[in-house]
């Protein structure tokens, strides 16, 4: 079996180590927090673990997964890639991909391979200390793999992801991929962002029902990773943005020239779709 | 104890009579499909029902709840208010209050009296079948007392509500719910139904995480009742969405022009506002 580095033992890298050493993979881990390794090492969920950069341990493995935000992902490849076993598979998790996979692609050493991935999963909580391998039970897993990547390393990544739990593993062009996370949850963290920021609320938590705490949960946000993630996205968040908003204006127009169908139209079409996405 | 009769017998209705009745009180309902009354008598959540307008039976209760659509509330209390005993203290189930509260109240015969309630539960499904008094526990429960009503008859209804479970029991201006309302909970329907609008999604199910999940919940709406309820809150309504829409379009022109600093306050922002809800 794969032995499997994870850089970055955060709340996904340690969820990761968690299901794959569970799954019964030899699994390390490189991050900067001592305190992380050492959690994941009382807690049994990596078998080693080092905050530096020793050459001989980046040596040892197969399969090495990227945590990170963007930046420091492109950093840590620029740099580290040298120490990397030849033949090592590269996956991430990173929650966007057409800048990223031609640039960590582009600069990867010819005996490396980079195969890009990005679980749907996720907490409103950080660190390895939240990590848990359950949230992955059912969810779905994406790959953007491009014309460089080999069905023998794809393979690996998906056997990874079904270790995991996951449901559904897709793929996507990275371009297709971006397109429909900005939809699917850019957008969505957009508006819980803003409906959140939108009055000073306190006072309203004696009055609400559910659906304003539906709406809102994922306002509870980690500003620098999800600014990072936005800008890496900006062209194709702000068509999703845009969209949104014009469809919202339409719906806020036919409520001011009191145009009943065209209201009732719309309730029945967001009727009709919601249902594909009942569990 | 008050004897209760139930007018509209539907989830909200339905799930009232449920609890009311496991709380010991009798509890009948009037309502137009037969088999709604049928099946809440087989399942023994109303002790007598019926689907025509007998005075002999409308006279008989102490309270009555109206879970109706306005229109229909306003309807049956001028052609059937007659029929009521003397000193019958009327509530309801209304999610809007500004247009309706004073209309009732100026309608009605000086011997019976009208306390303003809306419950904050629900479910995105309909009718007696899916009712449920679980659905009550925990949640929230406003008054919109007026300077016609009596402590006395306003503790009544207060009484029925800690009868069926909920956490909190509030009094608000008919004007205060609407704007509160219009913001919790029909801006919230408003933007559901926007994002499922937007587009064609079945192929998503596959990409998507849970964020859009959560968010879309009350996009599946009944749109009979939600357009008539947002035209009867329509210039306070108006107002909560253009709030909205000015927010969203400052999030947006922040991304534009890459501007990160506030981008993250608006995120650090909602953050620590959400950390108010969290149950």
Known sequence: MDRILIVGLGLIGGSYAEGLTRAGFEVGAVTRSRSSIDYALQKGIISSGTTGLDPDYLGRWDVVVFSLYPHIFRQWVRENQ?????????????????????????????????????????????????????????????LTPTERNSEQAIGRIEAIARHLGFRKISRLSPE????????????????????????????????????????????????????????????????????????????????????SEKMKQMMRLSTERRSYFDK
Not at 107 to 124: K, Q, T
Not at 211 to 239: C, P
């Open 82 to 142: 040298q120490w990397l076993r030849s033949g090592a598979i590269l996956t991430d998790v990173t929650g966007v991909k057409s800048r990223i996979v031609p640039e960590i692609q582009g600069m990867l050493r010819p005996d490396l391979e980079f195969v890009p991935a990005h679980p749907m999963a996720g907490r409103e909580v950080y660190g390895v200390q939240n990590s848990n391998a359950d949230i992955f039970k059912g969810a779905n897993f994406i």
């Open 176 to 259: 297709k991929h971006d397109e429909m996370i900005g939809f699917l949850s850019q957008l969505t963290h957009c508006i819980a962002v803003t409906l959140m920021d939108c009055k000073e609320s306190h006072h309203m938590v004696d009055y609400t029902g559910d659906s304003f705490r539906d709406l809102t949960r994922i306002a509870r946000i980690n500003e620098d990773m999800w600014t990072e993630l936005f800008l890496e996205n900006k062209a194709e968040l702000l068509e999703q943005m845009d969209l949104f908003a014009g469809k919202f204006k339409e719906l806020r127009d036919a409520l001011e020239q009191e145009d």
